[in-house]
């Protein structure tokens, strides 16, 4: 039997369809032991920074330089899906239990399985988009990591390729250093209007994940809700890992390409 129920707390916006007993079946649908469950690792982990409403409004918000993820608009940046398609439950599962380098999300890597699994439905149930089948997508089939990458000159070789892509296509925002200071960095804005700088792409650790395939699927994709666009249609496959290669040598694959690099711009810099 199906009930439709508002949160508690704060009489939240979007009604929950709730069913006691019975499969899930529809997209937004959670049963009603699992809203019990998720309600509560939600209450005891989350709600200090995401609020009681999920609009990441939480007591801590307040106080941190990057805002806690508002979970009403159902907006999410990191995703295996396309560019404004909701994620999938694994890559739910990779964020809460990975973190977000350079935020306040932590990692939470001891939830048991059914915990996660119960805040995971229990999060869809902050947005109506969770309930529109429209707004779900499966995951994109990205290729397999190039071989080269574990050989040092053809890296080498691709990082020099994807540098002039990146000039072209990424430095605007990211800088030509990839250091977050590109000319249009200061006027950018989030979907909530809020000011928002670009990643510094020479940090040890990325948000999205440190490994090639991780900068590849962030091309890709996308970040929903962000001036980040996806650059699936832009950049044909090979264009991607070419930039994917050029900025790991930014921060630790190649410390040796930055110092070259370096060294020709200081031969060609004319002296003040």
Same mark, same amino acid.
Not at 35 to 62: P, T, W
Not at 86 to 100: A, C, Q, V
Not at 189 to 204: C, E, F, M, N
Not at 252 to 267: D, L
């Given at each position: ?5 508002l949160l508690?707390?704060a009489?939240l =916006?979007?009604p929950?369809?709730?069913? &006691?007993? @019975?499969?899930?079946?529809?997209? $937004?649908? *959670? %049963?009603?032991?699992a809203y019990?469950?998720g309600?509560?690792?939600f209450q005891?982990?989350c709600?200090?920074?995401? $609020? ?5 409004? @939480? ?9 806690p ?6 907006w999410?940046?990191f &995703?295996?899906? +396309?560019?404004d ?12 239990? $990975?973190?977000? %380098?350079?935020?306040?999300?932590g ?6 399985a059914?915990? !996660?699994?119960a805040v *995971? ?7 109506r988009?969770w309930?529109?089948?429209?707004? #779900? ?6 290729p &397999? ?5 574990v050989?040092?000159?053809? =890296?080498?070789? #691709?990082?020099?390729r994807g540098r ?12 030509a250093q990839?250091? @977050?200071?590109?000319?249009?960095a ?7 209007g ?7 792409l020479? /940090?040890?650790h990325?948000?999205c $994940?440190?490994?090639?395939a991780? *900068?590849?699927? *962030? !091309? %890709?994709t @996308?970040m /929903?809700?962000?001036?980040m666009?996806n650059f699936a249609?832009v ?10 290669? #050029? ?9 040796e390409?930055? %110092?070259?690099?370096?060294s020709r ?6 002296p +003040?």
């Amino acid at each position: 039997m199906k009930l439709t129920l508002l949160l508690s707390t704060a009489s939240l =916006l979007a009604p929950l369809a709730v069913l &006691r007993g @019975g499969e899930v079946t529809k997209p $937004g649908e *959670i %049963s009603f032991e699992a809203y019990l469950q998720g309600r509560e690792v939600f209450q005891a982990n989350c709600v200090i920074c995401h $609020g009681e409403r999920g609009d990441g409004n @939480g007591e801590m918000s307040k106080d941190l330089p990057i805002k806690p993820r508002s979970f009403r608009e159902g907006w999410f940046k990191f &995703r295996s899906t +396309p560019y404004d398609k909701l994620p999938t439950d694994e890559d739910l599962r990779r964020t809460i239990k $990975g973190g977000l %380098s350079g935020t306040a999300m932590g990692a939470f890597k001891t939830f048991r399985a059914e915990d !996660l699994n119960a805040v *995971i439905a229990y999060l869809k149930t902050f947005s109506r988009r969770w309930r529109k089948a429209e707004n #779900h997508a499966a995951a994109i089939a990205f290729p &397999r990591e190039p071989e080269w990458f574990v050989r040092e000159e053809e =890296l080498r070789t #691709h990082a020099q390729r994807g540098r002039a892509i990146f000039t072209g296509t990424c430095a605007a925002c990211h800088g030509a250093q990839g250091d @977050g200071k590109g000319l249009a960095a200061p006027g950018l804005k989030d979907s909530w209007g809020r000011a928002v700088t670009p990643a510094d792409l020479r /940090s040890p650790h990325l948000r999205c $994940g440190d490994g090639p395939a991780d *900068i590849f699927r *962030i !091309l %890709s994709t @996308g970040m /929903s809700g962000t001036p980040m666009v996806n650059f699936a249609r832009v950049l044909t496959q090979d264009q991607r890992w070419d930039v994917a290669a #050029h900025i790991l040598s930014l921060r630790v694959a190649a410390p040796e390409i930055r %110092s070259n690099e370096a060294s020709r711009e200081e031969e060609t810099t004319p002296p +003040p």
